[in-house]
């Protein structure tokens, strides 16, 4: 029988009547203001761009709007900002990819099987707490300074955010669900496919987006510490050579892709749970 | 549908809590006929929905058995008898349509054209057709309940389970789903076990009234379905002694 939730603290299981399927709260935060933030980003600019003019810093400390504009049409034109955002996108992909494949079958199992879950805890709890990037000298040296150790970290990353989410959204499915299925005459396995899983799928949603941006975060760490390639090697780099315009290009770029791929995921997310809350008017 | 009657022997279900056994029923011995209507009467923790639920599978008795006597002969096992449950909230799948929902025990065991002539006609009997495309978070309670009816209907059940089905609703809503359960069950012709707190509600639905006290049957009472004015005297008097049963007088 499927008791996946009989651990849990009394009144610790997310209900029928708090289930939320609106992909917009289940798999996001706040939705971005864009436009009080247009405001705040280009007061924010201007104070840079005055503070740059008036020579509150020097242009070492602080380079100004305009260079980091002349330097990202440089990187541009010259093919070198191309090569550098493939090559950590082709790492996220893949790392991603990678780790998600393991984290939800392993979250799902996790959630379903109480017993193997008390048995691995502790040492997933011991695993969660080491950041991967501590580990990356281990991994280098397992993995070698190419592409396994960085796709490693990565994959460390992003597993504990889509193996948590998922688990808890199988642990958190709503027993009176369930009992539906058994007064129905359903199989466990009917159970876990029509009920569970969907049950859990916004909470499996939001797992993922949580594990794209910790791949992302940890990906630059990576890349700053050990890489020939990649928006974090650019960063790292531009530092050694004295380039602060280029590092600040690095920066905004890994901020605006974060963006992006965070919106992509929103977009197929959504599209994924469409029609599970469509208006809010009662009949 | 196979015309089964129900008979339970010596039914009883212990529980084990923090402060000792608890016996929610006792020595429960009742027959179920096909094709009733029987409410289960009772004040609260009496064990009306142990009751329910023991039937329905959901648990194990603890004593006795539960034995499904078909009209064709012979008995049948647990697995050739099926349940529609109606649960006291609706408990629909948030993330299915109306429809959906009233073809989710359907899903796998019939092909899509049985399903879709299930479908339509549970729709048609509880009224829904006209919200088949709707959301469970855009409809009333009412209509959930509804739903909850449509879904146990359409699974074409031998006997039809309502744990406080209407216990939720609102008086107006709750005379309108009483008069649709009433309607549909003439229509039907299937066994339906009522579970409820309201003797007046037992009394104008069921064919018979079953009292439970402390986990024991305290009363069996027929109701009089008659046409004339004495009908009021009869349910009154009857009203009267399944109080006296559940210790109220």
Redesign the interface.
Known sequence: MYNGFMNRAKGDQIGYENYDPDPRRATSGSPVLWGPGAVIAGALLALWWIGSRMGLWTSYILPSPSAVGAAFLDLVYSGRLREHLLSSLTRIGMGFTMSSAVALPAGILMGLRPRLRRAISPLLEFMRHVPPLALLPLLILWFGIGEGSKLAVIALASFFPAFINAMEGVMGCDRSLVEVGHAFGLSEREIIGRIVLPYSLPYVLAGLRLALGYSWRSLIGAELLAASSGLGYMIQDAQAMSRPDVALVGIFVIGLVGIASDGLFRVITSSLLVGRRWGDDAH | MTPIDLILEGVGRRFTTPGGALDALKDVRLGIPWGTMTAVVGRSGCGKTTLLRLI???DSPTTGTIRFASRHGGELDR?HV????V?Q?P?L???L?VEGNVA??L??RFGRAEISRRVDGALEMTGLTD?RS??P????GG?AQRVALGRALA?DPDVVLMDEPFASLDYFTRRVMQREVLRIRQRTGKTFILVTHDIDEALAMGDSVVVLRDGEVAGTFHVPHLLDDSIHAELSQIKREILMSIGEV
């Open positions: 329905a599978g959901l697995d099926r349940f529609g449950m649960f909230e408990r799948m948030p993330w349509s989710f025990p899903v796998g919200f709707a959301m978070h855009q409809i009333s209509m699974y």
